[in-house]
């Protein structure tokens, strides 16, 4: 864990501004760019406080793919809101494959999860140190042993979200 | 001065509320997602924040702070899929214009 006051301060002010800036500014460009900044300094939060792995998940999550979903559905709103209808009929399989590309990344750090969990995760007679890449080992532990039952929870969830979102295509179509 | 848990609680409360007041406030429905969004941050920050400070063996508010990301990352392309696809029947991005879902 970094504790500098310096980084803190300067942090918590900009997310604080940004917050604020994503909220109140009329364009919704400036306040989607906004929230990236957001998201990041969220990540550089986790970064300070000894999460790395938290910190990296952050940042390609919701620091890359959510704002690129979003400024794709406010590109193809604007487009559609222009009077141009031909592109709206590319407009959702489109965004149906960038919805997916969400699915991939969440698939992508689960399968790092899996590769991460070596038969050493298993054994607790060591206490893990933060600040150091035994993180992976803890959370590889936590989802897989500790957790196990909620992790099985999760990926039923995101299963039937994926079925129900085909389904949901197909009956719209 | 040193940055103690309350420093990083503070902050993970002032993102909730913004995130929260903002999601009732504003009227465009995109906020709205990004305010939700906010919220979830905010939840995030404290999680870590005491697995740091209070959690030194399991660290279990890491693994819930990583359950939460992948959710409401999922979360978010759901709703915005099904705003995109309300959209084209409503043509507003007003949440006042999407009250029969």
């Known amino acids: 864990m970094i504790d500098n006051p310096v980084i803190f301060y300067s942090a918590s002010f ?8 994503t909220l109140l500014a009329k364009n919704i460009i400036y306040s989607l760019l906004s ?6 300094l969220g990540a550089l939060f986790f970064y300070v406080l000894g999460s790395e792995y938290n910190a990296i998940i952050q940042a390609a999550i919701y620091g890359l793919a959510v704002p690129v979903i979003i400024g ?3 590109m193809f709103r604007q487009e559609e809101a222009g009077g141009e209808k031909k592109s709206a009929k590319f407009a959702i399989p489109y965004l149906t494959l960038m919805c997916a590309g969400i699915f991939v990344l969440a698939f992508i750090y689960l399968v790092m999860m899996s590769v991460a969990m070596v038969p050493d995760t298993f054994c607790i007679k060591e206490l893990e140190q ?43 179509a | ?9 503070s902050v993970g409360l002032f993102v909730f509320l913004a995130g929260l007041i903002g999601s009732v406030l504003v009227k465009n429905v995109i906020k709205v997602l990004i305010s939700i969004e906010f919220m979830l941050l905010g939840v995030n920050i404290n999680f870590v924040a005491f697995a740091s400070f209070c959690d030194n063996i399991a660290f279990d508010g890491y693994i819930l702070a990583l359950f939460y990301t992948g959710i ?3 979360e978010l392309a759901v709703a915005i899929y099904i705003f995109y ?11 006042e214009s999407y009250g029969d879902l």
């Open chain 1, 14 to 21: 900009l997310i604080l501004l940004f917050v604020l800036m």
């Open chain 1, 72 to 74: 794709v559905s406010i």
């Open chain 2, 85 to 95: 696809l309300m959209y084209q029947k409503k043509q507003s991005d007003n949440i």
């Open chain 2, 72 to 74: 409401g990352a999922v």
């Open chain 2, 1 to 9: 001065m040193e940055i103690t848990i309350y420093h990083y609680l």
């Open chain 1, 130 to 172: 933060v600040n150091s890449f035994d993180n992976i080992s803890v959370f590889a532990r936590g989802i897989f042993v500790n957790y196990v039952w909620a992790f099985e929870l999760v990926s039923v969830l995101l299963t039937i979200v994926i079925a129900g979102l085909s389904l949901f295509r197909k009956k719209g």
């Open chain 1, 35 to 40: 929230s990236v900044v957001v998201f990041f």
